[in-house]
């Protein structure tokens, strides 16, 4: 079974307009951590916003938001007022064992490709 | 801002050589390296993990006979592919984590293209 599952491979949004991307995990882990990434053309990762399982509070960052819920164990990206700099690919990624310190590398999902339009 | 450098960014070589893709930390120490394999329109792979001074692990379907990992230091680890085939073409990303306690983030460096004629 796939551990992180973006179901949208592409989406074309209005220049301005609300972005939600969609990322549903799953871990059998109480203590995980939730990243969403982004990938522009040039391949570099740029990192967006970190959420952990244990964090009360939504993860905010600027123009981005992380809308937590733990129950259906979803973790969907929210970019508001999109730009025309937003285009790339968006992936969601989760690292299991965060209290530990465990060392474990991310899993990735498997990316959406964010166009924004004039 | 912590930054992850990779040098080359991108290499051709021909089918049977050895390539070696460094991987340094610039401003921090990193504890823990890891190396991600990206086919083209495809989502990133974690192939190994890195701790400086001990053997690299290795994730399942991940041959350690071809894909040499050192991690010699707190700022350097190498993965060398070792008798490349043309499908063993592919981006290769490391990322590096803090040695600070903590700390949860990995910093990415910009990736490698590596093309095998």
């Known amino acids: 079974a796939q551990k992180i599952t973006q179901t949208q491979p592409g989406m074309f949004v209005q220049e301005k307009e609300a972005v939600t991307l969609d990322c549903t995990y799953d871990?059998?882990?109480?203590?995980?951590?939730l990243f969403w990434y982004k990938q522009p053309s040039s391949g570099e990762m740029i990192f967006l916003i970190y959420?952990?399982?244990?964090?009360?509070q939504n993860a905010t960052e600027g123009r981005y938001s992380l809308n937590f819920q733990k129950a259906r164990k979803s973790a969907n990206l929210v970019i508001s007022a999109s730009q025309l700099g937003d285009s790339a690919m968006y992936f969601c990624a989760m690292r299991e064992g965060i209290s530990g310190g465990g060392a474990d590398g991310l899993t990735f999902g498997k990316g959406t490709h964010l166009i924004i339009q004039p | 801002g912590a930054v992850v450098s990779q040098h080359p960014s991108w290499v051709i070589c021909k089918s049977g050589t050895s390539v070696k893709i460094e991987c340094r930390s610039l401003?921090?120490?990193?504890?823990?390296m890891f190396w991600y394999r990206q086919f083209p329109k495809q989502s990133l792979m974690l192939m190994a993990t890195s701790n400086e001074g001990s053997k690299a692990t290795y994730e399942q379907g991940v041959e350690k006979d071809k894909f040499l990992i050192n991690h010699a230091s707190l700022t350097l680890s190498t993965l060398t592919v070792t008798s490349a085939h043309p499908e063993d073409s592919s981006f290769y990303i490391c990322s590096a984590r803090s040695r600070l306690a903590g700390s949860y983030e990995q910093y990415f460096g910009p990736g490698t293209r590596l093309t095998v004629t």
């Open positions: 871990t059998s882990d109480p203590s995980y951590g």
């Open positions: 959420q952990g399982s244990y964090d009360q």
């Open positions: 401003d921090f120490q990193a504890t823990t």
